[in-house]
């Protein structure tokens, strides 16, 4: 059995300005600044709402054999909050992966989460980034933890 060494970068739309490929492409500069692999990236569609399809629609976007292989999940999110929270893709992968056995770190624009609400999706670190600098600075972090 191999040992996953990629991490999978799981993001969507981070705001204005912030397509999902230039937040992925930002973080994987920082990971790989440190040393990591070219991280596996998933892209996730700006339409992506939550609605009874939207397990189905994220199981075909990341199916279960990528998750395991991952050696973790990063799930990028614009804001992060209690209310709304149960209703992302980033509640959906978090439990997936924690069902996985996957560890599963959090980079958002902005992060309303209690420790609580953190602790309950299992997310290992939560790190603040609104910038393209930001989110590279974020990768180089992570990239310390993975």
């Known amino acids: 059995m191999l040992i996953p060494t990629q991490p999978l970068i799981v993001t969507g739309r981070f705001g204005p300005g912030l397509p999902a490929a230039r937040v992925a492409a930002a973080l994987a500069r920082g990971l790989r600044a440190e040393g990591r692999p070219e ?80 602790r309950m999706l299992d997310l290992q670190l939560i790190l603040a980034a609104r910038t393209p600098r930001a989110l590279s600075a974020a990768g180089r972090r992570l990239a310390s933890v993975l």
């Open 39 to 118: 991280p596996e990236v998933c892209l996730l569609p700006e339409a992506l709402e939550f609605d009874p399809s939207m397990r189905a629609r994220l199981q075909e976007l990341v199916p279960d054999l990528w998750l395991r292989s991952a050696r973790a999940v990063i799930l990028c999110e614009e804001l992060l909050e209690e209310g709304t929270l149960a209703a992302t893709a980033t509640f959906e992968l978090a439990t997936r992966a924690r069902q996985s056995g996957v560890p599963a770190y959090a980079v958002a624009a902005e992060n309303r989460l209690g420790s609580f609400d953190a």
